[in-house]
């Protein structure tokens, strides 16, 4: 008895499957999300470069990847819940050799149903507001590591947020400090750009600002103040997770993070006073300037300091209402300060919520200081009444 052919061939694909796979992935690839419509011009028309490829290969033959063991017909393998939008560069690498290792039957439907479910909640604009970013960036012990594009998008996808105007560059303001925070001048350099580009966002009618940054406290600070909290602000805070980075909130917890006030006796007369903010880690008050030795002293610290302590905006909001409560004893305590004298070792959002939170028309001025090596230097001014 004949042995019977059990390969499955190829089935063309039917244009109305084609048209739902564009459809539903709004014209951009399911995996880098890159744009396929209307990226080059021939002679006469645009010319897409979008490419519908299969999930499970469409023969079970040699070289059709994750085509050879799959069980799906030839049916189920030509309809669109095995086909997936892609640019070239992404669908050369899920076909190419041994790429089933990387490139499984699961991880590419889980990325397709991802994908495409972000283009049904981002195109409901019913609930999803547009937002502009902003993206700051210093060097951090040397290190300069921005906000990714995907990183960026990740985030404003969770909290229902969508880039502003047609195109994410449209709404995207990028500040660059790159000079090492050991170079003097790179405070005025930075603090001016900040300011640049947050008097351009004020001047737009921005409904949202969402902001990424990470750069050294003074500069945040300086950012939050620019700020203010008259905008409606978003902060998003930067996670090291066990496979990449992240931008994205924590979940909200049951215990909310716990701050504790303390200070030295009042001093009516006082014109200047340190304010030490331990969140993160202990504030080393011993290394600040002699200059600083024996004024007054307000500290805010967690009541357990760790990197850890702020996970969620509700953590954060608990800072924020700290930080307002310290400013407060500012005012009642030492009427006639001039200067605050700051030392932080805070998360990178406390350090913009202190620049928010900071009238510049009741507080005194505050200087912000920067650990350098063993000891703490001043760095900025930031503005106040006094």
Not at 112 to 125: F, G, I, P
Not at 156 to 174: V, W
Request: proline residues 4%.
């Amino acid at each position: 008895m004949a042995k019977r052919d059990t390969r499955i061939t190829r089935k063309q694909v039917k244009d109305s499957e084609i048209l739902q796979v564009w459809v539903r992935a709004a014209g951009r690839c399911v995996l880098c999300s890159t744009y396929l419509l209307g990226g080059e011009r021939s002679y006469f028309h645009t010319a897409s470069h979008g490419e519908v490829a299969h999930n499970v290969g469409a023969t079970s033959g040699k070289g059709s990847a994750r085509g050879t063991t799959s069980n799906l017909t030839k049916d189920e393998r030509a309809s669109r819940e095995n086909l997936l939008l892609l640019c070239h560069r992404c669908h050369r690498n899920v076909d190419a050799e041994g790429a089933e290792n990387v490139y499984t039957e699961a991880h590419l439907k889980a990325k397709k149903l991802a994908h495409e479910e972000r283009v049904r909640k981002v195109t409901d604009h019913a609930t999803v507001h547009e937002t502009a970013v902003l993206r700051v960036t210093g060097r951090i012990r040397g290190r300069f590591a921005p906000a990714t594009d995907r990183q960026i998008a990740e985030a404003l996808f969770n909290e229902d947020l969508r880039f502003a105007g047609e195109h994410p560059r449209e709404s995207t303001f990028t500040v660059e400090a790159k000079a090492d925070e050991t170079d003097e001048w790179v405070w005025k350099q930075g603090a001016q750009e900040i300011s640049r580009k947050v008097a351009q966002l004020h001047d737009a009618p921005y409904e949202t600002v969402s902001v990424f940054a990470m750069a050294p406290i003074p500069l945040l600070v300086h950012l939050g103040a620019e700020l203010d909290d008259k905008t409606d602000v978003r902060l998003f805070q930067r996670f090291r997770g066990e496979e990449d980075v992240a931008w994205t909130w924590r979940n909200a917890s049951p215990q909310v993070a716990q701050f504790e006030l303390s200070s030295s006796s009042p001093d009516s007369g006082a014109r200047d006073i340190v304010l030490t903010v331990s969140v993160t880690g202990p504030v080393q008050a011993d290394r600040a300037p002699k200059t600083l030795a024996g004024l007054p002293h307000i500290h805010l610290g967690a009541k357990s300091p760790s990197p850890d302590v702020i996970q969620t905006k509700a953590d954060l909001n608990a800072f924020a209402q700290a930080w307002r409560d310290a400013l407060a004893q500012v005012e009642a305590h030492y009427p006639l300060c001039e200067r605050i004298h700051l030392l932080a070792t805070v998360p990178l959002v406390a350090a913009i919520a202190c620049g928010q939170h900071h009238m510049r028309d009741a507080h005194p001025s505050m200087v912000v200081y920067q650990r350098a090596g063993e000891d703490y230097v001043e760095a900025l001014q930031v503005r106040g009444a006094a």
